[in-house]
């Protein structure tokens, strides 16, 4: 093993994203706008049928009661029901058409979002990612619901206005008066309720994320009496989220009912214009009844418009932080596949921390490992080490330098094959909901004979025996019905299935028993055996016996790295206490300030 390390300019930890999955979003829309097109013509006919019911009162009130001929009313009435027929046919097939319009969006939209919401976990944890996903249900149904029909159905309120106007032009100012009227009213309840909305809907996504959060840990909040505290806190976003949403709605209400007092009046107004209009012979009665309905039917979408608009506000939102989130998440690209790697890990001059953030973490680290060579790196808190694991790993990319596997750069490397060659096991361990043999198997395809290798080799395969139904044991949500220690020795059975050639092992025996460290052990003298290249993070000194190189990191940077007795022998030199009144000499462990490590070792600058 080698390490060199050297001095770093503090780097830009802005990521350039290469490609995203935003424009994933928009070339599905346009996938659909043949679909959005033909609903639209539809809808033309859908309201050019409308006319029938005017033109059926008109024919009735002009002609069939003046001639009293019931043969003419019976054929009127025939013709008109089979018109309507047709229109409830062409209705149903619009409706079925958005409804498998959004079932197909979101069939298109559902694993690309899936994947970019765990890769913007991975980036940005604990920001309430998940609300994407809710977020593409309120884009779906608004597109196949009564909001976009209110929309579509808008444009052809001239046609019906026109129509009113050919019967008479007083008729026609009533109603274009009344629809001027309710669409001033529908842009004020856009106006006056964006911003409440608008901040209900952030209110609400951060009290969904805090629950979230709190019920994760509602085993530490039911032990300690936290609860009352939890649920104060709570209870302020929730009334927050309350009276935002109680705000957007009085002013939505106000509008609404002023809606519907106009929409009453103009009823009154073009039935008593209609009157006047037939008293002085300048109309029929069929006029005046034909004008009333023709004028329901032009201000019915305008009127579902103001229904809809929070439906349309919250969508509209929801589409906005849809884009924000393909647009920041990288994709992967698609790659040639390199060959199974040997084992041959290398940083060099790493620069690294979280992804989103300015904090530089790791600076400037290199070293190499080799195949068959396990490395325990050991440090004070916060010295970096499980930023370490997760560059490794591939899951956090450097700001500078570069980790390679086999010479190859990771980002060169296809992530799902690359995945298959890396064994992890994460500090904070989390098991799937499903079986033992599906956690182990990665929840691929199961390999019996791989899944009871993996165990045996972790030294977990008589623990799972011991389970009510072996390897078919449902673990529930984050393996509830597991101790600890039984998590982590099935999370280390699950990184080493299928013989992955590179493990990471941050803290492993974090919560392992005597009997379970033997096993860890056992299970690490086991891969130095077959050859594997082996990372190993602790902070127990009984693991650094099973390890062959130690490196030591401190402020980020590697204070010393060498062979385990020359690393250990430095580490643990005892260093003279003063005495005072009452005190003594001691020892204490002492972290190297970088002392040369001889030709295999170095320090961090």
Same mark, same amino acid.
Request: proline content about 5%; aromatic content about 6%.
């Given at each position: 093993?080698?390490?060199?390390?050297?001095?770093? =300019?503090?780097?830009?930890?802005?990521?350039?994203?290469?490609?995203?999955?935003?424009?994933?979003?928009?070339?599905?829309?346009?996938?659909?706008?043949?679909?959005?097109?033909?609903?639209?013509?539809?809808?033309?006919? &859908?309201?050019?049928?409308?006319?029938?019911? +005017?033109?059926?009162?008109?024919?009735?009130?002009?002609?069939?009661?003046?001639?009293?001929?019931?043969?003419?009313?019976?054929?009127?009435?025939?013709?008109?029901?089979?018109?309507? &027929?047709?229109?409830?046919?062409?209705?149903?097939?619009?409706?079925?058409?958005?409804?498998?319009?959004?079932?197909?969006?979101?069939?298109?939209?559902?694993?690309?979002?899936?994947?970019? #919401?765990?890769?913007?976990? %991975?980036?940005?944890?604990?920001?309430?990612?998940?609300?994407?996903?809710?977020?593409?249900?309120?884009?779906?149904?608004?597109?196949?619901?009564?909001?976009?029909?209110?929309?579509?159905?808008?444009?052809?309120?001239?046609?019906?206005?026109?129509?009113?106007?050919?019967?008479?032009?007083?008729?026609?100012?009533?109603?274009?008066?009344?629809?001027?009227?309710?669409?001033?009213? $529908?842009?004020?309840?856009?106006?006056?309720?964006?911003? @409440?909305?608008?901040?209900?809907?952030?209110?609400?996504?951060?009290?969904?994320?805090?629950?979230?959060?709190?019920?994760?840990?509602?085993?530490?909040?039911?032990?300690?009496?936290?609860? +009352?505290?939890?649920?104060?806190?709570?209870?302020?976003?929730?009334?927050?989220?309350?009276?935002?949403?109680?705000?957007?709605?009085?002013?939505?209400?106000?509008?609404?009912?002023?809606?519907?007092?106009?929409?009453?009046?103009?009823?009154?107004?073009?039935?008593?214009?209609?009157?006047?209009?037939?008293?002085?012979?300048?109309?029929?009665?069929?006029?005046?009844?034909?004008?009333?309905?023709?004028?329901?039917?032009?201000?019915? @979408?305008?009127?579902?418009?103001?229904?809809?608009?929070?439906?349309?506000?919250?969508?509209?939102?929801?589409?906005?932080?849809?884009?924000?989130?393909?647009?920041?998440?990288? $994709?992967?690209?698609?790659?040639?596949?390199?060959?199974?790697?040997?084992?041959?890990?290398?940083?060099?001059?790493?620069?690294?921390?979280?992804?989103?953030?300015?904090?530089?973490?790791?600076?400037?680290?290199?070293?190499?490992?080799? @195949?068959?060579?396990?490395?325990? #790196?050991?440090?004070?808190?916060?010295?970096?080490?499980?930023?370490?694991?997760?560059?490794?790993?591939?899951?956090?990319?450097?700001?500078?330098?570069?980790?390679?596997?086999?010479?190859?750069?990771?980002?060169?490397?296809?992530?799902?094959?690359?995945?298959?060659?890396?064994?992890?096991?994460?500090?904070?361990? =989390?098991?799937?909901?499903?079986?033992?043999?599906?956690?182990?198997?990665?929840?691929?395809? &199961?390999?019996?004979?791989?899944?009871?290798? $993996?165990?045996?080799?972790?030294? %977990?395969?008589?623990?799972?025996?011991?389970?009510?139904?072996?390897?078919?044991?449902?673990?529930?949500?984050?393996?509830?019905?597991?101790?600890?220690?039984?998590?982590?020795?099935?999370?280390?059975?699950?990184?080493?299935?299928?013989? +992955?050639?590179? &493990?990471?092992?941050?803290?492993?025996?974090?919560?392992?028993?005597?009997?379970?460290?033997?096993?860890?052990?056992?299970?690490?003298?086991?891969?130095?055996?077959?050859?594997?290249?082996?990372?190993?993070?602790?902070?127990? +000194?009984?693991?650094?016996?099973?390890?062959?190189?130690?490196?030591?990191?401190?402020?980020?940077?590697?204070?010393?790295?060498?062979? *385990?007795? =020359?690393?250990?022998?430095?580490?643990?030199?005892?260093?003279?206490?003063?005495?005072?009144?009452?005190?003594?000499?001691?020892?204490?462990?002492?972290?190297? @300030?970088?002392?040369?490590?001889?030709?295999?070792?170095? *320090?961090?600058?």
């Amino acid at each position: 093993m080698r390490s060199t390390s050297s001095d770093t =300019e503090e780097p830009a930890t802005e990521q350039v994203l290469k490609q995203s999955y935003g424009s994933e979003l928009d070339r599905a829309l346009r996938a659909f706008r043949g679909v959005f097109v033909a609903t639209f013509g539809f809808s033309f006919f &859908i309201n050019l049928l409308m006319f029938v019911a +005017p033109l059926y009162m008109l024919q009735v009130y002009d002609r069939v009661l003046t001639s009293r001929s019931v043969p003419t009313l019976v054929g009127l009435t025939v013709i008109a029901a089979g018109t309507l &027929i047709v229109m409830g046919t062409l209705e149903t097939l619009r409706a079925r058409i958005l409804v498998r319009t959004g079932a197909k969006l979101d069939e298109r939209l559902g694993a690309t979002l899936f994947s970019a #919401v765990f890769r913007r976990s %991975v980036v940005a944890p604990g920001g309430g990612q998940t609300q994407a996903l809710r977020d593409l249900d309120s884009v779906r149904e608004f597109l196949t619901g009564q909001g976009l029909l209110a929309f579509i159905d808008a444009p052809w309120v001239p046609l019906f206005l026109a129509a009113v106007y050919l019967l008479h032009p007083m008729l026609g100012l009533v109603a274009t008066g009344g629809a001027v009227v309710i669409f001033t009213l $529908a842009v004020i309840n856009a106006l006056w309720s964006r911003e @409440p909305l608008k901040g209900a809907n952030v209110a609400s996504i951060n009290a969904n994320a805090y629950v979230s959060t709190s019920v994760r840990n509602a085993e530490a909040m039911e032990a300690m009496g936290m609860m +009352p505290g939890i649920l104060r806190r709570w209870n302020d976003k929730h009334r927050k989220v309350l009276a935002l949403q109680s705000q957007a709605s009085d002013r939505a209400g106000v509008i609404v009912a002023l809606s519907k007092a106009v929409r009453m009046f103009l009823q009154i107004a073009i039935l008593g214009t209609g009157a006047y209009l037939v008293i002085h012979r300048y109309a029929s009665p069929g006029v005046m009844i034909a004008a009333s309905i023709l004028m329901g039917r032009a201000l019915a @979408p305008v009127e579902q418009s103001v229904a809809q608009w929070r439906n349309f506000t919250n969508a509209r939102a929801a589409y906005g932080r849809l884009r924000e989130l393909l647009n920041s998440t990288q $994709a992967d690209q698609e790659r040639m596949a390199l060959p199974s790697p040997e084992g041959h890990l290398a940083m060099e001059r790493v620069v690294a921390g979280p992804p989103l953030a300015r904090t530089v973490v790791l600076k400037g680290v290199s070293f190499t490992v080799s @195949p068959g060579e396990v490395l325990g #790196v050991i440090g004070p808190s916060a010295a970096g080490k499980s930023t370490l694991a997760r560059v490794l790993v591939g899951v956090w990319p450097p700001y500078q330098g570069t980790v390679r596997l086999d010479e190859a750069d990771l980002a060169h490397w296809d992530k799902l094959l690359l995945g298959q060659h890396i064994g992890y096991l994460p500090q904070d361990v =989390e098991l799937f909901d499903g079986t033992v043999a599906e956690n182990i198997a990665r929840f691929t395809e &199961i390999d019996p004979e791989a899944v009871v290798r $993996a165990a045996q080799r972790a030294s %977990v395969h008589d623990m799972i025996l011991a389970l009510p139904e072996g390897y078919d044991t449902q673990i529930g949500a984050g393996g509830a019905v597991l101790s600890g220690g039984q998590r982590q020795r099935v999370a280390l059975a699950r990184a080493m299935y299928n013989e +992955p050639q590179l &493990i990471i092992l941050d803290e492993p025996n974090a919560n392992l028993d005597s009997e379970g460290e033997h096993a860890l052990m056992g299970a690490l003298n086991g891969l130095r055996r077959e050859g594997k290249t082996v990372v190993v993070i602790t902070h127990r +000194p009984t693991l650094l016996n099973a390890v062959d190189t130690i490196l030591v990191l401190k402020n980020g940077m590697v204070d010393a790295i060498g062979p *385990r007795k =020359e690393v250990l022998a430095k580490v643990m030199q005892p260093k003279a206490v003063a005495s005072g009144p009452g005190g003594g000499d001691g020892a204490a462990p002492r972290s190297l @300030p970088g002392a040369s490590m001889g030709p295999t070792g170095g *320090r961090g600058a």
